[in-house]
């Protein structure tokens, strides 16, 4: 193989205890899965998944038809469902989040039942009712036939870094359940950041949403020590040249070589996912267990390494870590993702369908 991601399932199903841990007794846990399991494979990771959580939380009805196949449990849409999609609502293990009284309404249309949970919006400002509507919207969705009200959630948009925003979001949530009648069912608020850092402050929370924390990486990197990093992103030297001083690498020319030095092609660029934009930004990858700097631009499919300092020669086939150990050094996602200007998300959900998913079990 070329280039590869290595999905550690074992690793997976440890950082499933980190979130147990985390949560206490009493609570349950919805498996986020959305994005084909944040890149990494969502057959197999809701597979591994299958019997250790009560629930699911997909992006659409194509990912919950595969999570279906794989696990029992519900199966919750994390984000409103397309007039076109309302058909796929008629199994029963699909769970959907109402924001608006004219989604229940079509809901209700159907003509089957659907199992819904009331979405507020205390500040995310990406779906849900409004705090101040939640208890018209509550009694409405309760009274008409076909919907099952059996939840109330609300998301964070800030746990990883406003400490006072989520807690007024919790109090908000708090004020709705006092408004709601007791039987409206599961309560949810809490994404990894807010698993990690605000439990003490919602008691009442039954259940938790965990997406990055599930798959080894904690959003502000204060927990990572207790996760483990479920993907791995590897990949092989194509050729290995020596090239003079004073010659460029890669388009643009933006890095001239400052000494006679030993440059590694390696078979990975931004069309696998690997992103350009960490060209020139520091980027590291893993030989011998030694870090190799990238030099100048990632190109669609090859990128350029320093290899002069590793103390045997390399040799084409060689394999290279991106993301995940090699000897006593590691790269995380989130190291990727500060290099490339962005969230450890998104360089996980990056990798496209060229690189090759590989399970171990640990
Ligand atoms: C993606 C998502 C999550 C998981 O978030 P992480 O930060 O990856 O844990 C939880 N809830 C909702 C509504 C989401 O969209």
């Known amino acids: 193989m070329r280039t590869w991601a290595e999905i550690d399932l074992a690793a997976l199903r440890r950082n499933l205890g980190v979130v147990r841990r985390a949560i206490g007794p009493g609570r349950e846990i919805m498996a986020v899965v959305k994005a084909d399991a944040y890149g990494h494979g969502l057959a197999n990771v809701a597979g591994a998944l299958s019997g250790l959580v009560s629930s699911f939380g997909v992006a659409n009805p194509g990912e919950a038809r595969v999570v279906a196949g794989q696990a029992?449990?519900?199966?919750?849409?994390?984000?409103?469902?397309?007039?076109?999609?309302?058909?796929?609502?008629?199994?029963?293990?699909?769970?959907?989040?109402?924001?608006t009284l004219a989604e229940a309404e079509a809901l209700n249309a159907l003509g089957f039942p659907v199992r819904a949970h009331l979405c507020v919006d205390t500040g995310?400002?990406?779906?849900?009712?409004?705090?101040?509507?939640?208890?018209?919207?509550?009694?409405?969705?309760?009274?008409?036939?076909?919907?099952?009200?059996?939840?109330?959630c609300t998301h964070f948009p800030s746990a990883d870094e406003d400490a006072g925003?989520?807690?007024?979001?919790?109090?908000?949530?708090?004020?709705?359940?006092?408004?709601?009648?007791?039987?409206?069912?599961?309560?949810?608020?809490?994404?990894?950041?807010?698993?990690?850092?605000?439990?003490?402050?919602?008691?009442?929370?039954?259940?938790?949403?965990?997406?990055?924390?599930?798959?080894?990486?904690?959003?502000?990197?204060?927990?990572?020590?207790?996760?483990?990093?479920?993907?791995?992103?590897?990949?092989?030297?194509?050729?290995?040249?020596?090239?003079?001083?004073?010659?460029?690498?890669?388009?643009?020319?933006?890095?001239?070589?400052?000494r006679p030095t030993l440059v590694a092609t390696v078979?990975?660029?931004?069309?696998?996912?690997?992103?350009?934009?960490?060209?020139?930004?520091?980027?590291?990858v893993l030989l011998q267990g030694r870090r190799?700097?990238?030099?100048?631009?990632?190109?669609?499919?090859?990128?350029?390494?320093?290899?002069?300092?590793?103390?045997?020669?390399?040799?084409?086939?060689?394999v290279v870590t991106l993301i995940g150990r090699e000897g006593g050094e590691r790269i995380l996602a989130s190291e990727v993702a500060d290099w490339a200007g962005t969230i450890s998300w998104e360089i996980l959900t990056g990798l496209t369908s060229r690189v090759a998913r590989v399970c171990r079990e640990g």
Do not use: K
């Open 267 to 284: 078979g990975i660029g931004y069309a696998d996912g690997y992103p350009r934009q960490v060209s020139n930004r520091g980027a590291q």
């Open 72 to 99: 029992p449990g519900d199966i919750f849409l994390l984000g409103p469902v397309l007039p076109q999609e309302r058909d796929s609502l008629a199994s029963p293990r699909l769970v959907v989040a109402i924001s």
């Open 165 to 258: 925003f989520t807690r007024h979001q919790i109090a908000g949530l708090r004020g709705v359940l006092e408004g709601l009648p007791p039987a409206a069912g599961a309560v949810h608020l809490s994404n990894s950041a807010g698993i990690l850092e605000y439990m003490e402050d919602q008691p009442f929370a039954s259940l938790v949403r965990p997406g990055l924390m599930l798959y080894g990486l904690c959003p502000t990197g204060a927990h990572q020590g207790e996760l483990e990093p479920v993907l791995s992103l590897r990949s092989r030297l194509t050729l290995v040249r020596l090239l003079p001083a004073g010659h460029g690498v890669s388009y643009g020319g933006t890095h001239v070589t400052n």
């Open 124 to 152: 995310m400002g990406r779906m849900g009712c409004l705090p101040e509507e939640a208890r018209a919207l509550g009694l409405a969705v309760s009274a008409m036939p076909n919907l099952r009200l059996e939840g109330v």
């Open 292 to 318: 190799c700097p990238v030099l100048g631009r990632v190109t669609m499919d090859q990128i350029m390494v320093d290899v002069s300092d590793l103390p045997v020669r390399p040799e084409p086939g060689d």
